[in-house]
């Protein structure tokens, strides 16, 4: 294959202290999947964001089909045929589906906007990528993070391009999504377009990628064909270290009921859901995309107002009166949301202040804060869970994703909650911070706290799971014990909830 994109030298601080990347030299052959892979930090973002002319270098040489290539903007790298889909989500929420997909070149007729042919694009582009059953006039604001994701994937695949840049494209797409999401690689490739694939999943990056290039603290570590390296040598070389000591642990003994959810519904989206949490387990939810695994969690958290249903504490028979997020926290419940950025975080904050905010009345005194008293409450849960910062004065936005999922982890352990609920824990999270985060979790299970764990990743709820739950079109379609893992089996389950619609669409009786 001839090289499409050659990177020589590339390097890039923002500031003195802080060096993204030092004399990276990467390329890119036409019709390939080159994959990214390294910690969060190590430089694969930033990579990407001056590719596609986000960022600019401080030093180093792009060639782009031979050519110089510099771009001063992201239009400037769109008009060289280079587009990035971002991690971090970049819709606006007022917008439609087929109008944030077509954002720049709307359909017109008669000098107005034709919504008929625009809403006829995005259906069949949708349908491509597994956006089913969804209006293309519905308002992206409306939409769970993971069909947001695909929105922006349908964007970015939406027109030829020779570079397509994805950035953590399958992190909250369930197993379903990801293989279509695959299949549209696949015809890009065919159609000649070469593809930049950034994931901490090491699965599907072996399965997809035809290079791995492994970057370390800035640095290329090194560069495989895929098919001669094996998953444990690139966590070796992505970390510096073995990590089969901190995989997940076995389940441990079952404690006493923590947690009763009765008939919960709401809309068509919540529907009838029961089940029980005991202290010391983890609960798996697991389900396709828009099944109502987030869903469900926000209702029993009071972030959505239920319709029906009750919730009980313990054997206790009154019900709790849950009509907000802050009478779920008197309860002693947490939710650390899908979206910890703008639902979990004060991103401009200290980690102190992020740590510290839903107890504060613990360390106010005659109207005053102890600030003293505050910083030392943080400094020990920041060290104990191994929050990694230049000081907890840092901003919370500075912070690698995973760092930021420890501090939402360490503001609830502070609170001194004791039930938890984490709606996809590890998303966008490499793969040493993702053993850390599962390890927290099964030390919270130790000391009797009850855990629920919501994942678009079906291996992931299979290893560190007591049980799992499984959603299908709202409702809870059964609940698999931990001896009966298997993961054909739950996704047999997570559809079943959908065979009717799929008789019905076919014509079936």
């Known amino acids: 294959m001839n090289t499409l994109l050659r990177i020589s030298d590339l390097s890039k601080s923002f500031s003195a202290t802080i060096k993204a990347l030092s004399g990276v030299d990467f390329d890119l052959k036409a019709g390939e999947v080159h994959a990214l892979v390294g910690e969060n930090g190590a430089g694969k973002s930033t990579l990407s964001r001056i590719i596609a002319g986000i960022e600019m270098p401080d030093a180093g040489e792009m060639l782009l089909r031979g050519r110089s290539y510099s771009p001063a903007s992201r239009a400037e790298a769109d008009r060289s045929g280079v587009r990035m889909v971002m991690q971090e989500l970049n819709l606006i929420g007022t917008l439609t589906i087929a109008e944030s997909i077509f954002f720049d070149r709307l359909p017109h007729r008669y000098g107005m906007i034709d919504y008929r042919r625009l809403n006829r694009q995005a259906h069949e582009l949708m349908a491509g990528i597994g956006l089913y059953g969804l209006d293309p006039a519905r308002q992206v604001r409306f939409l769970g993070v993971g069909q947001q994701q695909m929105v922006e994937i349908a964007a970015g695949i939406s027109r030829r391009c020779e570079v397509l840049i994805l950035d953590e494209p ?6 379903l999504e990801i293989d279509l999401l695959f299949r549209q690689i ?31 603290d800035g640095r290329v570590v090194a560069t495989h064909p895929a098919a001669e390296v094996s998953i444990d040598a690139i966590i070796k070389e992505m970390v510096g270290r073995e990590l089969s000591h901190v995989r997940p642990q076995a389940a441990g003994p079952k404690g006493e009921l923590a947690l009763r959810v009765r008939g919960l519904s709401r809309g068509d989206k919540v529907r009838q859901v029961s089940f029980d949490l005991y202290r010391g387990e983890i609960l798996g939810f697991a389900g396709l995309m828009g099944s109502g695994r987030s869903e469900t969690m926000r209702a029993l958290f ?3 107002r239920a319709e029906g249903g009750r919730v009980y504490l313990g054997d206790s028979e009154l019900p709790l009166r849950i009509n907000g997020p802050r009478a ?69 936005g500075e912070l690698s994703g995973g760092n930021q999922q420890k501090v939402v982890i360490a503001k609830w352990i502070f609170r001194d909650s004791e039930i938890f609920i984490f709606d996809e824990p590890t998303r966008g999270i490499d793969i040493g911070a993702k053993f850390e985060i599962y390890r927290m979790l099964r030390e919270l299970a130790e000391k009797g706290k009850a855990i629920i764990v919501v994942s678009s990743e079906l291996q992931e709820l299979i290893g560190i ?27 047999a389950i997570a559809l079943s909830g959908y065979a009717g619609s799929a008789r019905k669409a076919n014509g079936e009786k």
């Open 186 to 216: 696949e015809i890009l490739k065919t159609a000649g377009a070469s593809i930049i694939y950034i994931s901490h999943r090491m699965e599907e990056i072996k399965h997809i990628a035809d290079r791995i290039t492994v970057l370390r």
């Open 302 to 304: 009071g972030a959505d």
């Open 465 to 491: 799971c007591d049980r799992i739950a499984v959603m299908s079109a709202g409702r809870l379609a059964g609940i698999v014990e931990r001896d009966r893992f298997d993961q054909d089996s739950i996704m």
């Open 328 to 396: 779920a926290v008197r309860a002693g419940m947490a939710l650390l949301t899908e979206n910890r950025k703008e639902q979990g975080l004060l991103l401009p904050l200290p980690i102190r202040a992020n740590i510290t905010l839903a107890r504060l009345k613990d360390l106010v005194r005659c109207g005053w804060l102890n600030a003293a008293k505050e910083r030392a409450a943080a400094r020990q849960l920041a060290k104990s869970l191994g929050v990694r910062g230049s000081s907890i004065e840092q901003s919370t």
């Open 170 to 175: 399958t992190a909250a797409l369930t197993e």
